[in-house]
Every structure is written in structure tokens, then in C-alpha cells.
């Protein structure tokens, strides 16, 4: 009744639970009420107990997804489950605890952002406030206590501000009503812990709304505030000229109020305030019962478009969360069209939503004004310009960035399309790149058994062979991360984890001004602490070199990092660093090299020996296999710099290391033979060389084929 809901609607609210809790079936409502009200409760029916009964989540699930397709045709069905819902939150407190903080988490999850989405903004707050009841009493409590200390403490100040701009509005013939604005306690919470402040910090802030007949008047308005109070500049939005996503209309704006206490003001007209009230149930319910079509459009087709991607129901509420729940931004084109994305979204969800081939042949993008990564994250306000290339195409590593469902589909299609070498090549290039981020070696190094046998474990999912799993990586069908992860956590690399994480990264790249700004920036948006940043760069160099140690909160994260540090412009590589595994290689060479250097005198004193002497066979023996050893240690040092200092293999410094140490070991020996007049056999040295020389070009190999230029 109090969204002004015709009676179909009034019907179907009270008729929703009778399929589910009584004898009657849908035909029988159908029959006495009509097949308007069947399919209004039809859609907000949960799916049978009986066949759920061993899976009561995948229920719950997909009854929710049931809900969301019966909203695309005819969204009432969400007002009267938006009603419900609003109801059970009520009456919260006669429910066991577990089922309490289940329905509290999948009301703030999935019914807020309807109902904000739908701009029924009264419904939205009280579901709100009720969710942050239960799942954070202790902080509700507080912040309870805190919110009404600062309003008593206000109360003067709120009365005479009101007084003020009521007088200077009558003063110019402008009839208004002036009201406290109660903000929800949840938009506190939110905007305390944005700030890191606790609930008892709560600022002296006034809030209230003004209601005026027209347009004109909300600016006359407006002009009549910044003449009695000094306005906070930075605080001003303008949504009558750029209305939100769901349609809200209202002009904002932050004054110094009496006695110099920020007052939050809202100006808008009779109309906005409805619309902002009930949302999209405004111009629902009209005389002739018809349902405005612009207004549902965008989530309707957003909604239909997840559903005939075919993603599994899981999927389908996840896809909902990210691309149509998602608080939103409006972007525009350089021609002042609006474009609707979700929070986060980047230049590439903005270059799909204009078209398939822009976002395929998308290479930088422009915004507002300057040149940015085809990656860069966008705002609200921003205006975009996509730059494309005859020469660009999707990227595997794009699929990190996107938000939107619609640009995720496209790059999967063009991946999927792609040759199966190619879809090897790119799979293994970003498996072995989460490998490195993860410390984790080499991916041939690992046992494939093993490995498929975690990702099964914990992914569900199983390859037959190598090529299989990275064919998977290359078309998007498989995260790399997620696999990374399941490795991880089925204990395939055993290696303490914890939630915060101490991380080394170098980032080699073309040396330029403001380089170690971008750098930087990068680490301020994603790590929880940054403890040091080195750059090293020289005039006679044209690379420079940055060493950073950050804490970061997970895996996920530290991905998010690398692939926005490898999108800044001249970065060339950016690499994991693990100084207890470059340490080591230090010591080795240092071995090696002292080993080398002093084993001819060792050489020459165990000749000398009597046991030499007498056991010429066992003297040999024993001399033959400290030279292998000796070379060995120097492919020792190979092996450890290819598998686990991947800034050293990706320069392919590694192999010169390789081929070129042997020859100093042959060198050194010939100076054995002929400096010392060592009794060596050629045929055994070079034996010995010739079995080194084929292990190499045989890894040499394996490597190019692993890694292609």
C-alpha cells in the first residue's frame, strides 16, 4: 500500500507463500485470481523443498536466479520480494542465530543493491540499518550511542540553520519545506571504516532537505545557501543535470553551517522526492497500469545477457553481485553520451560497451584528455576515448581488469577462437607468470599428477594432459590465480601463508620522469603497507631499476598489482623477488668461483700423496668425480637462477651464464694440464664436458620451447 501498488500487486503479496506453505498450487491461484497474479507469485516462489532436499544452498540459489528472470518481464516481482524480504528483516529476531546472520548477509548482498538500484531509497536504508544490526551488533550499538550524543548535541544548531533558510527562502517568494535528513547508520559505518576511524568518532555533521516546487527553485535555492553559509566547493553534485544510474535526482552540497559545523544539504523537488522514495515503483504504477520500459531497460538486458552466457547458477548470482549490484559510475564519450558501468570498471568494459570491434581492436584509451593503459580504471564523470589499432586484439590478461559480464563474454568468445598453439603459448605465459608471483618454480618442474590432482580437489575441475590445462588457462575457460591458489592450498608446495603477506618486487623499465610516481601510485591503491621503495638508474643506462617491499592482503591482490605495474607506460618487466633464494645463489657462485680457483693446489697437494702414489685407479676415480662435481655446482647455479629468479631467465642472461661458465671450467683445466703438468686424461675431461654441453642444449631447448621469443 505505501508504494501506491494496484491490486494485482496487494494480491500477490499475500498470496506469495501459499504454493510453498499450503495445499494450494499455482493453477488453483491462477483459476480465482488470474495469470497477472500467477506469474507475480510464480516469480517470488522458491523452488521445491523435495528435490533440493540433500542441496538446500543450491535451492536458495536457484530460486534467487528464478526471482531475476521473472523480474526481466515484469519487475513487480521484485517489489512485492524487496516487500518480503523488508518484512522477514523485521521480525529477524524470531529466528535462530545461524539463520539470522544467513538472511542478514544475503539481504546486504543481494536486496540492497536491488532496492538502490531500483532508487527506492527509504526501503534500501531500512534493510540497511536492520542487516547492520545483526551481523555487527557490537559496532551498531556504538555507533547507535554516538549518532544520537552528536544529534542532541546539534539540536540547536539544526533548528536555527533551518530557521535561517526558511526566513531568506519566504524573503524571495519561495516556497519550501525544510527538514533533518536522518542519515542510516550503515552510510556512517561505511564512511567510518572508508577513513579507518572508530564508531566513537563520529563528526558533528547536520544533514537536511529542502523540497521546493520546481527546478529554478532547487538553483534559487542552492544560490540563497552559498550566500548565508560558506560552501565546502569540493562537496557540491549536481544530480538534476546528471541524474544516477537509478534515476535519482537531488542538488548536493556541503555548507559551514552555524557555528561552523558542516551541514550536509539536499535540494530537490516534490516529484524528485517521490521518485526517490519509491524508486522505479513510481512510474510503475501508473493510470494505465503500463510499466515504463526506459526505466528498467539497462539491468533487464544486463540480467537476460548473463542468463544466455550459460554460466552455471552460482555464476549467474555472482555475474548479478559484480555487473548489476555493483554500485555504478557514468562515463561519456567524447559526444556527451552516457555510458553505465559498474564501480571499478575500466577503459575496456567502456570500449565493449560501445561496440564489439572497438573493445577487440582497442589498444590505449584517452581520458579526459590524457593518454592512459587500455586498463585504466575509470570515475564517474570520466570522458573516454577509445584509441584502436589494426594490430591490437584481446588480451588473456584483460580478464583480470573487466567488470562488466558483457566485455568478460567478448574476450572469452575471441580467445576461445583462437589456434590451439596459441591458446598453449598464451596459457603457459600467464601460468608461469602467477607461478613466479606465487614463488613457485618452474610449472614443468612440478608434477603434473599432482598438480591436476589440487586443482580437481579443490576447482572440480581435471585435465588428462599439461597441454589440456594450459589450453584451458589460454581461452580464459580456468583462472590462473585460482589454480595457483589450489596448489597452494592442497599443500603441493608446502609454504606458510598467512592473510598478510611481506613481498619483494624489482620493475625494470625505460628510465623517465615521473616514472617513480606511477610506480608508487600503483602501491599506495593495493597495498595495506609499503615498506621501502629503491630506484636505480644511471645516464649512461636507458633502464632504470625499482625495488619495492610491500605487505599485501593475498594472492589476488598481489596479481591485481603486477598486472598494473606491467600496464605502466616503459615498464618492461616486473618480477617477484625472493632474497633468501638470491642469497643462496650468491653463496653457490661464491663456492663455485673459490672452489675453481683453489682446486689446482688441492690438486697438486692429493698427487703428492702417497695414497695418489700407490692407488693410481681410485686416485683417477676420485679426481674425475670432484671435476663433475665441480661442474655440476656451476649447473647447479643454472638450475636455481632459470627455476626461481625469473628477471635473471626472462633476460635470457641465464643461458649465457650457462654456456659461457663451461668454457671458463675448460680453461681452467687446460691451465691444470699445462701450467701445473697435471696427469689428466683428455678423453675423460671431455666426456665429462661433452655430457655437461648436451644436458645444456637439451634445456636449452626444452626452455625455447617452453618460453618462445
Not at 101 to 129: C, M
Request: hydrophobic share 40%; with cysteine.
Amino acid at each position: 500500500v505505501k508504494h501506491h501498488a494496484y491490486e494485482d500487486i496487494l494480491i500477490s503479496a499475500l498470496l506469495h507463500d501459499v504454493p510453498e506453505d499450503t495445499k494450494y498450487t499455482l493453477h488453483d491461484v491462477k483459476e480465482l485470481f488470474g495469470e497477472k497474479v500467477e506469474f507475480l507469485v510464480n516469480g517470488i516462489t522458491k523452488l521445491s523443498k523435495v528435490h533440493y532436499r540433500q542441496n538446500m544452498p543450491e535451492r536458495q540459489v536457484e530460486s534467487l536466479k528464478k526471482l531475476f528472470l521473472h523480474s526481466t518481464k515484469d519487475p513487480r516481482v521484485i517489489l512485492i520480494k524487496l516487500a518480503d524480504r523488508l518484512h522477514n528483516m523485521r521480525t529477524l529476531e524470531h529466528v535462530a542465530k545461524e539463520k539470522q546472520l544467513r538472511i542478514a548477509k544475503e539481504t546486504l548482498e543481494i536486496f540492497v543493491p536491488i532496492a538502490n538500484l531500483l532508487g527506492i531509497q527509504g526501503l534500501k536504508s531500512e534493510l540497511e540499518d536492520l542487516c547492520f544490526q545483526y551481523l555487527f551488533p557490537t559496532e551498531y550499538a556504538e555507533l547507535s550511542e554516538s549518532v544520537e550524543k552528536a544529534r542532541a548535541n546539534n539540536k540547536e544548531s539544526v533548528e536555527q540553520f533551518m530557521k535561517t533558510v526558511e526566513n531568506s527562502l519566504s524573503e524571495i517568494k519561495i516556497e519550501a519545506e525544510v527538514s533533518e535528513r536522518r542519515q542510516n547508520l550503515y552510510t556512517i559505518y561505511k564512511r567510518l571504516c572508508a577513513r579507518n576511524k572508530t564508531m566513537k568518532e563520529v563528526k558533528d555533521v547536520i544533514a537536511v532537505k529542502i523540497l521546493v516546487g520546481t527546478i529554478p527553485h532547487c538553483y534559487e535555492t542552492l544560490g540563497v545557501i552559498h550566500g548565508l553559509f560558506k560552501p565546502n566547493v569540493a562537496r557540491f553534485k549536481d544530480y538534476i543535470a546528471n541524474p544516477k544510474v537509478n534515476k535519482y535526482q537531488s542538488l548536493h552540497t556541503t555548507v559551514f553551517g552555524v557555528r561552523g559545523v558542516p551541514t550536509e544539504v539536499q535540494i530537490r523537488t516534490d516529484r524528485m522526492q517521490m521518485d526517490a522514495s519509491y524508486g522505479i515503483a513510481s512510474s510503475f504504477f501508473k493510470d494505465n497500469h503500463e510499466i515504463d520500459e526506459d526505466t528498467r531497460s539497462s539491468w533487464v538486458k544486463k540480467i537476460i545477457s548473463i542468463e544466455k552466457s550459460g554460466r552455471s547458477s552460482d555464476d549467474f548470482i555472482d555475474n548479478l553481485k559484480e555487473d548489476v549490484f555493483q554500485d555504478r559510475i557514468l562515463v561519456f564519450t567524447p559526444k556527451g553520451e552516457t555510458i553505465d558501468l559498474p564501480k571499478a570498471a575500466c577503459s575496456i568494459d567502456f570500449a565493449y560497451a560501445i561496440s564489439t570491434s572497438m573493445g577487440n581492436y582497442a589498444s590505449k584509451a584517452e581520458v579526459n584528455g590524457d593518454i592512459v593503459p587500455i586498463t585504466a580504471t575509470l570515475k564517474s564523470g570520466d570522458v573516454v576515448s577509445i584509441i584502436t589499432s589494426k594490430f591490437a586484439y584481446p588480451l588473456l590478461s584483460w580478464l583480470s581488469f573487466v567488470r562488466t559480464t558483457h566485455a568478460n563474454e567478448k574476450i572469452h568468445n575471441y580467445l576461445k577462437k583462437t589456434g590451439r598453439k596459441t591458446k598453449i603459448v598464451e596459457g603457459r605465459k600467464l601460468l608461469q607468470k602467477e607461478f613466479d608471483i606465487a614463488g613457485l618454480g618452474l610449472i614443468e618442474n612440478m608434477s603434473f599428477k599432482r598438480m591436476n590432482s589440487s586443482i580437481s580437489k579443490n576447482l572440480g575441475k581435471s585435465f588428462q594432459e599439461i597441454e589440456s590445462l594450459l589450453i584451458a588457462v589460454g581461452e580464459g575457460s580456468v583462472n590462473a590465480i585460482d589454480m595457483v591458489r589450489a596448489v597452494r592450498k592442497n599443500g603441493v608446495q608446502k609454504r606458510k601463508t598467512s592473510t598478510e603477506q611481506i613481498i619483494n618486487i624489482k620493475v625494470i623499465a625505460k628510465n623517465r620522469f615521473g616514472l617513480l610516481r606511477d610506480i608508487s601510485d600503483v602501491f599506495y591503491k593495493y597495498a595495506l603497507d609499503m615498506r621501502s621503495l629503491k630506484g636505480w638508474a644511471s645516464s649512461h643506462l636507458a633502464d632504470a631499476e625499482f625495488n619495492a617491499q610491500i605487505v599485501v592482503a593475498d594472492l589476488r591482490t598481489l596479481a591485481s598489482i603486477f598486472d598494473e605495474l606491467e600496464q605502466i607506460d616503459d615498464v618492461k618487466q616486473v618480477h617477484r623477488v625472493s632474497y633468501k633464494i638470491v642469497y643462496g645463489a650468491y653463496a653457490l657462485i661464491a663456492t663455485s668461483v673459490i672452489t675453481w680457483l683453489v682446486h689446482p693446489f688441492i690438486l697438486s697437494a692429493f698427487l703428492r700423496t702417497d695414497f695418489s702414489v700407490t692407488n693410481r685407479i681410485m686416485s683417477n676415480v676420485i679426481i674425475y668425480s670432484a671435476m663433475f662435481v665441480m661442474l655440476l655446482l656451476v649447473l647447479s647455479i643454472t638450475h636455481m637462477m632459470k627455476n626461481y629468479i625469473p628477471y635473471v631467465r626472462n633476460r635470457k642472461l641465464i643461458w649465457f651464464w650457462a654456456f659461457g661458465i663451461p668454457v671458463f671450467a675448460v680453461i681452467t683445466l687446460l691451465i691444470d694440464l699445462i701450467y701445473f703438468d697435471f696427469d689428466l686424461s683428455w678423453i675423460a675431461l671431455l666426456v665429462e664436458m661433452g655430457i655437461i654441453y648436451t644436458y645444456l642444449i637439451f634445456s636449452y631447448i626444452s626452455f625455447k620451447r617452453y618460453f618462445p621469443s
